[in-house]
């Protein structure tokens, strides 16, 4: 269960958090993607028309409408979302009064539900805040990903972004890790990008992933059609970046069950 998160807005969670999620799948894994933001991008990028959200990520947290209710084929073989609409917008609000506010996605994605419904891979797509929402996917899940694009000023959010990160470890999820930093948007050609790059590379480490998703036409274009690009152009620089980020995953978690 992998939350998808950065507190910056326009650095690409939502491009992979689709991507990604379409990439795992055509490598046969059963995913699904829950939009945890109240623009509902993922929903809309997947193909999912407003009056096909009958019930929502909203329902789930502030309803407690069963998650199982709420999921929704899309029309790429083994991806499934549970959706969202504006009304997630008023959730932080109404999550403030409610008891255990921080645990409420946790005991709507337990571990034996997922089972059930035979998947692999959760994917959390988060809003650019560090809000209950976002506090909520890192209660849930079991690592992030970062998305970093590569541009000034990349770097200085990281650090609100990791205080949260520890102070969830020190009061509600002691397992939660850093699944990787990914770079994003990058121009290989352009001097800043690759600047940015080494710093990451410096700063964080073996956190940044091999894998860098470059600044692609294709990648932008995908959602205006509902596809993932993997389905827009296959033979894109975006598609087979995602892919190899798909890959690169995949080898983590066996290292790491080994």
């Known amino acids: 269960m992998i939350a998808i998160a950065n507190q910056k807005g326009g650095v690409g969670k939502t491009t992979t958090a689709i991507n990604l999620g379409a990439a795992l799948a055509k490598a046969g894994h059963e995913v699904l993607l829950i939009d945890l933001d109240p623009q509902g991008n993922a929903s809309t990028g997947l193909g999912l028309a407003p009056e096909a959200r009958r019930l929502t990520t909203y329902d789930v947290l502030i309803e407690g409408a069963p998650i199982r209710n709420a999921i929704r084929d899309t029309a790429q073989e083994r991806l499934r979302v549970v959706p969202a609409t504006v009304d997630l917008s008023s959730a932080d609000l109404e999550l403030v009064g409610k008891e255990r506010r921080s645990f409420l996605l946790r005991s709507a994605i337990r571990p034996s539900q997922l089972a059930e419904l035979g998947v692999d891979y959760v994917l959390i797509d988060c809003p650019p805040s560090l809000s209950l929402l976002t506090v909520n996917a890192m209660v849930a899940a079991h690592s992030i990903l ?106 983590n978690h066996t290292r790491l069950a080994a």
């Open 146 to 251: 970062v998305p970093l694009q590569s541009e000034f000023f990349a770097l200085e959010g990281l650090s609100q972004l990791m205080l949260t990160v520890r102070e969830v470890r020190q009061t509600a999820n002691p397992d939660l890790r850093i699944e990787g930093v990914l770079l994003t948007m990058h121009d290989a050609r352009n001097r800043l990008a690759q600047q940015v790059e080494a710093d990451a590379r410096e700063t964080l480490g073996e956190l940044v992933f091999t894998t860098v998703i470059p600044r692609n036409v294709r990648v932008s274009e995908a959602p205006s059609y509902a596809l993932p690009v993997l389905d827009y152009d296959p033979g894109s620089k975006g598609a087979m970046a995602y892919a190899s980020l798909a890959d690169e995953l995949r080898r």
